[in-house]
């Protein structure tokens, strides 16, 4: 059998250089990261049960490093190999076409599929004030370390500060709305029978999963948080 | 018979190396029953008559099953009728005066030979790649001796419709070829006799596929919309599935 590569070049042409590899690097990756939202959400959601349980919950992270580290590791981890494969396979993509098209139709990708990278990168720039903001508390304006309760409350006060997140979780929602459908795909775990279901289960995921984020700030501004 | 005045814009490139770009032309007497190639014999006719080159395009047995034609009519692959390719799109689809855009497939991996005619070879070496089964000649086997379920077999006869257009990867935003390969690696793996090669199938074809420069899949289904033979994305997801499963059990 004649092969058009050799056996050693085959040999290198390792798993993370293929398109499908990164792909699937991302879908793992961006799954861990879902799933660390589903966590995330149920902790912020405490605010409802009162002060005491939303600054108990978060003493009791603080006080379990055990936890708490191997958590973050692995998020830091899923992340840079997210944005890493996300941005390579961008620069692959841009070189794929050298000239493009004077006119280019649109046969039903969604806007949210179209725009992956730009809400992903949207949520990066949120993600990384957000950290500034609720974790070092450094561009929080009144921050008392362990006292969650007041730094949520106190920055959710401020309308432009409720917005931005607001807006945040709007992107997020976009992002999840069509990566939660593409990481089946890019698994291969997609089966026709169950295609009509995933799309519609992944749209009220995303959405779902960003209204509770985005309840919060709404709620304490509305003042049905005390 | 109702006949009709159209506007073209067709991009015109002499070679892989020159600049392109479009000139524009009228065809004045168009008729709904001719197909679209026939439109642009007829537009030939008269720049022949006029000494000028003809424009160039890839075709052959203008029926809609060799899966030579193909270009982009104002960005759609093989038009805006979906399920078909250009030779069997027809000029009722289209009226009086429209003004068309006429491009190439545009990907680095199908550079332009001239004018709307790429060089599809990068779809060759990805089949030489894996894209077969091997086997021993000799006697005739039986019929009907190696059992395959009706539902394997409907299916892989859905795969196997891929005539290697390109449109696929014309239509989508990545320049990705995964439409084709998934059906390629679907149409063999879904089959008993393209089971010893499933997994070396799926790993050299992919590798290929990416050492052609074709794009990465993002879900968009912007290929299937426009596949002339309805291609499934399912088809995609079982090649990424074969693919990561080979890595898994690889053994070198
Ligand atoms: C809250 C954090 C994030 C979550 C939960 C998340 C989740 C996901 C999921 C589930 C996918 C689907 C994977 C696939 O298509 O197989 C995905 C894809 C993607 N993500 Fe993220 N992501 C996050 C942050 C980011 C960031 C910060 C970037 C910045 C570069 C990014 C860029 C992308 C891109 C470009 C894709 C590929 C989309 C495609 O190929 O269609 N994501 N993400
Ligand atoms: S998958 Fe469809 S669009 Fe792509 S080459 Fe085959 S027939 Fe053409
Ligand atoms: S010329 Fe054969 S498919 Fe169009």
Redesign the pocket.
């Known amino acids: 059998m004649k092969s058009t590569m050799s056996v050693t070049s085959r040999r290198l042409a390792s798993f993370y250089q293929t398109a499908v590899g990164k792909?699937?690097v991302?879908?793992v990756?961006?799954?861990i990261?879902?799933l660390?939202?589903v966590l995330h959400v149920l902790g912020n959601l405490q605010i409802f049960l009162g002060r005491d349980q939303i600054n108990r919950y978060s003493a009791f992270l603080h006080a379990t490093p055990e936890a708490l580290w191997p958590v973050r590791i692995i998020l830091i981890v899923a992340?840079v190999l997210?944005?890493n494969s996300?941005?390579l396979?961008?620069l692959q993509k841009v070189k794929n076409r050298p000239i493009g098209y004077t006119k280019k139709g649109n046969r039903g990708a969604t806007v949210m599929?179209r725009t992956?990278?730009w809400?992903?990168?949207a949520?990066?720039v949120f993600?990384i004030l957000h950290l500034l903001h609720m974790t070092t508390g450094t561009i929080h304006k009144d921050f008392i370390a362990g006292d969650v309760f007041h730094n949520l409350t106190f920055a959710f006060h401020q309308p432009t500060v409720v917005a931005l997140y607001v807006l945040a979780m709007a992107l997020?929602a976009m992002?999840?709305y069509?990566?939660?459908y593409?990481?089946t795909?890019?698994?291969g775990v997609s089966n026709p029978r169950h295609t009509s279901r995933i799309k519609p289960l992944a749209a009220a995921f995303a959405i779902v999963m960003a209204s509770l984020f985005a309840l919060v700030p709404i709620a304490v501004l509305a003042g049905f948080v005390h | 018979m109702k006949s009709f005045k159209l506007i073209l814009n067709v991009w015109r490139q002499k070679s892989g190396n020159a600049d392109g770009k479009f000139v524009r032309y009228e065809v004045p007497d168009v008729s709904e029953h001719m197909s679209f190639l026939e439109m642009l014999d007829v537009l030939n006719e008269a720049l022949i008559g006029r000494g000028e080159q003809p424009v160039a395009f890839d075709h052959d047995c203008r029926e809609g099953i060799c899966g030579m034609c193909g270009f982009m009519i104002n960005g759609d692959a093989h038009g805006p009728l979906p399920g078909t390719t250009v030779c069997q799109l027809h000029m009722r689809h289209f009226h009086d005066g429209q003004e068309l855009w006429l491009e190439p497939w545009r990907a680095r991996a199908f550079p332009v030979v001239r004018d709307l005619m790429v060089n599809r070879s990068a779809f060759d070496r990805v089949i030489a790649a894996g894209g077969f089964v091997s086997v021993n000649t000799g006697g005739v086997p039986d019929g009907n001796t190696l059992p395959i379920g009706k539902l394997d077999a409907d299916r892989a006869m859905d795969a196997a419709a891929c005539i290697g257009c390109g449109a696929c990867v014309a239509m989508c935003p990545n320049s990705a070829a995964a439409l084709f390969t998934g059906a390629k690696i679907s149409h063999l793996g879904l089959l008993p006799q393209g089971q010893p090669e499933r997994n070396t199938r799926a790993e050299r074809m992919v590798t290929q596929m990416h050492a052609e420069g074709f794009g990465?899949?993002?879900?968009?289904g912007e290929c299937e919309a426009v596949c002339p033979k309805h291609i499934k994305l399912e088809v995609i997801a079982r090649m990424n599935a074969d693919f990561l499963r080979a890595k898994l059990r690889s053994r070198d």
């Open positions: 792909k699937a991302m879908a990756t961006g799954l990261l879902f660390w939202l992340i997210h944005i996300a941005v396979l961008y599929s992956m990278m809400s992903g990168f949520l990066l993600i997020l992002h999840l069509h990566g939660l593409s990481f795909q890019s698994l | 990465h899949c993002t879900s968009t």
